[in-house]
């Protein structure tokens, strides 16, 4: 069983709708959880950082974590057609970027 | 602009060829690392440096090979020994110390094998 677990998709939503990707993790001990977006052929950039539970609001980003039930979520709100790409959760039990540990990966396409 | 810098965009490999991948960073950060990307994998880490003159390897090290003799510097050998090198290669870079750290990528090489 791999560490944490995203769906790799692909989802295809149209426009303006809102979009719900997550991950589940089996380590208790993460407790540092991030965003990553990562366009076609790019290096990925950091979205959304977020520290043990609760949630974190960016425009039209929320990230929420569950450590009760080892379970992160990213919502876009009134997806657009630049939000299609792929998004990465990642996590880490140390406050040190050292120890990531990435998803699969969800392909996102939001049709205009 | 700070950030990091990855060359060559595209590589392309021989059988039984080495080939090095650079990776620059100007954000003064200490640490640095290597990842692939496979199609549906994510992202597997490779070797990583926390300090200049010190590396160790991440969970996919055979095959490859590293140095760190400037702060600003990683660069990766793909050997003849990695059968399978065809993939997307990022490099990323961090620091080590202070609150919400995280790593900050590279826009990546794509390795073909010819």
């Known amino acids: 069983q791999k560490e944490v677990e995203q769906d790799p998709g692909p989802l295809s939503v149209p426009e303006g709708a809102i979009v719900s990707l997550n991950c589940t993790y089996s380590n208790s001990a993460f407790q540092y959880f991030m965003w990553y977006r990562q366009y076609s052929r790019k290096g990925p950039e950091l979205l959304m950082y977020t520290y043990s539970s609760g949630n974190k609001e960016d425009g039209r980003f929320t990230a929420q974590v569950d450590k009760s039930s080892k379970y992160i979520s990213l919502f876009i709100r009134d997806s657009q057609p630049s939000d299609s790409a792929t998004y990465l959760c990642?996590?880490?039990?140390?406050?040190?970027?050292?120890?990531?540990?990435f998803g699969q990966g969800t392909r996102l396409t939001i049709n205009p | 602009d700070g950030g990091i810098t990855q060359s060559p965009k595209y590589l392309f490999r021989k059988e039984g060829q080495n080939v090095t991948l650079s990776c620059e960073q100007n954000l003064n950060h200490d640490a640095m690392y290597w990842y692939r990307q496979d199609p549906g994998q994510g992202l597997r880490l490779i070797y990583y440096s926390q300090i200049v003159n010190d590396f160790q390897k991440g969970d996919i090290a055979e095959g490859y090979s590293v140095s760190r003799e400037k702060k600003e510097s990683f660069p990766l050998t793909v050997t003849s020994a990695q059968k399978n090198p065809t993939a997307f290669y990022l490099c990323?870079?961090?620091?080590?110390?202070?609150?919400?750290?995280?790593?900050?990528f590279g826009p990546g090489t794509r390795l073909l094998v010819l």
């Open positions: 990642a996590m880490s039990a140390w406050k040190g970027a050292q120890k990531l540990v």
């Open positions: 990323a870079s961090s620091r080590t110390s202070g609150i919400q750290e995280t790593q900050y």
